[in-house]
């Protein structure tokens, strides 16, 4: 059952009472409540959701910042075989050196954020993309670094609103 939770795996005691409703935009992710009175409420399910989130993001920025070494790898390798020339190399080798500073900027930025002080997904959204576009701009790197922050920060907007 998508937008379920198979909670008896986890706590197969029946001395727990579950109410679990299906995510949409106007309800709970999800409302546990326990014998002990214990709640499991929206704004627990949303911190978890907002450090997953941010997990995420931190794994993209990752492969982010490994593609851009491979791109670095591959631009000597063709270099050193002669088939791109030295000013094309140095010219290449230069925005990517580039590139990967402000992602690894954009990365510390990233690390900084404490998820409690969001209510949302969307604003940790919002700030990464003004704190993204306020730092390439006034940092000097390549612009292209925008999209590529826009496009892993959409992308698990996706994936953590499936």
């Known amino acids: 059952m998508a937008g379920y939770i198979k909670f008896t795996e986890i706590f197969p005691s029946e001395q727990f ?70 000013y094309v190399h140095m010219e290449n080798k230069g925005v990517l050196i580039e590139e990967k500073a402000g992602i690894d900027l954009i990365t510390s930025h990233l690390k900084n954020i404490n998820p409690d002080e969001f209510a949302s997904c969307e604003d940790i959204r919002e700030n990464i993309l003004s704190a993204t576009i306020h730092m390439i701009e006034h940092g000097g790197y390549p612009k292209a670094v925008i999209e590529l922050v826009k496009r892993k920060v959409d992308k698990a907007m996706r994936y953590i609103q499936e």
């Open 17 to 86: 009472k579950l109410r679990i409703y299906r995510y949409n935009l106007h309800l709970p992710i999800e409302v546990f409540t326990l014998d002990d009175g214990w709640d499991f409420t929206l704004e627990r399910a949303m911190a978890a959701r907002l450090k997953k989130f941010l997990h995420i993001l931190e794994v993209e920025f990752e492969d982010l910042t490994e593609d851009i070494i491979m791109l670095q790898e591959l631009t000597e390798e063709r270099h050193e075989q002669r088939e791109i020339s030295h």
